[in-house]
């Protein structure tokens, strides 16, 4: 089992010994991934770049940062889990579609998007 | 390594092959990541928990849906790697939390939040 | 002065009395406002829409939902006054780019997106 | 009839028009206020603030980041007014609460929040 599978599988463990598979619909699961989301983005949005780089190596913001990555991660692999989706398949087989789309000569140093390279 | 680590290398080869170190701050992956989440929910937001359950396990609905899943998975991944977090960690750390939070014998069948329980 | 320019002129105050105008630039307060769409998305995200109908007319739920509608608005028009945009006008223009995308007659019942009818 | 009970009227005929009030349910608009504040973060997330302060006057990207200001604010006049809730009410009491709780003269300079001041 590799570490997706495994963290799914908690996942499990910890909605049903909770009687807890009724609130984690598709829907419900997208939603709190979302407002997990947004408490990640809530963390940094009133720190300049140069504060965050300087306060996230340690302490309190990266406490705090680090619980939001993980409740993103939590939800987004409970979500897929619950839809059937393997998170890790879907995500090699992006970044390979995004290398066909983004050919390091073309897409240097541009963020334009691939349909307008 | 395991897979966090081998997709975090891959995400890391991606952006410098393509001289998008620059993008790529805390700030503007955290934005990233809220817009994928933004767009994983608009796939779900008109339809009924039955239709996804009915769509989601093949075809459009699950390839789209699948999309959205890597795209807050690689945005995520590459997040926590510039600002030096380990997101398995962090998310076994707050499944371990989340277990002393909500005892089963206390939150079972209940959305209560833990400070209410 | 109508509402929303009446909320800008309320916002552009209470930014300079505080010295905060540092804080408000397009950016942040696009973070400011996804941050608080997450919140007002997490105040619902466990509760059935029978649950919600219910319970929205008054009491707890009401608050804090009007609360995060609130926040949102707040955050709305002041980014769109920072970026010089009149959010007003832009709404009603979108209305009525949205009667000719979707005329009632092809669009009736149906969540099928514009470019799909 | 304020500007804001009016965009709520025209929303109102617009989904009853096309028999959309199936589709419009609280989670539902939540959702798509969520998704929409995604889009508008999306707009923005690879830009500087330079960039976005000398484009967002004119062109392109004022059209983009326009849409996405009308795209948040019709869904939040939809979501507020399917929950019986007034949104221009709701911000002028939170700026009041704003008021209180970041007094000019403690609050001066700084993002921190009110219950660390």
């Given at each position: 089992m590799n570490e997706f599978e495994d963290l799914a599988a908690r996942l499990r463990a910890f909605?049903?010994?909770?009687?807890?598979?009724?609130?984690?619909?598709?829907?419900?699961?997208?939603?709190?991934?979302?407002?997990?989301?947004?408490?990640?983005?809530?963390?940094?949005?009133?720190?300049?770049?140069?504060?965050?780089?300087?306060?996230?190596?340690?302490?309190?913001?990266?406490?705090?940062?680090?619980?939001?990555?993980?409740?993103?991660l939590l939800?987004?692999v409970r979500?897929a889990d619950?839809?059937g989706i393997d998170p890790l398949r879907?995500a090699l087989?992006?970044?390979?579609?995004?290398?066909?789309?983004?050919?390091?000569?073309?897409?240097?140093?541009?963020?334009?998007?691939?349909?307008?390279?």
């Amino acid at each position: 089992m590799n570490e997706f599978e495994d963290l799914a599988a908690r996942l499990r463990a910890f909605a049903a010994a909770r009687d807890w598979e009724q609130f984690h619909t598709p829907k419900n699961l997208a939603m709190a991934l979302a407002g997990e989301a947004g408490e990640l983005v809530a963390e940094l949005q009133w720190l300049t770049e140069e504060q965050i780089r300087e306060q996230v190596g340690g302490g309190e913001l990266r406490q705090r940062v680090s619980d939001e990555v993980a409740d993103v991660l939590l939800y987004l692999v409970r979500f897929a889990d619950v839809c059937g989706i393997d998170p890790l398949r879907a995500a090699l087989d992006k970044i390979d579609r995004n290398e066909e789309r983004y050919p390091a000569a073309l897409a240097k140093g541009s963020a334009t998007k691939y349909d307008q390279l």
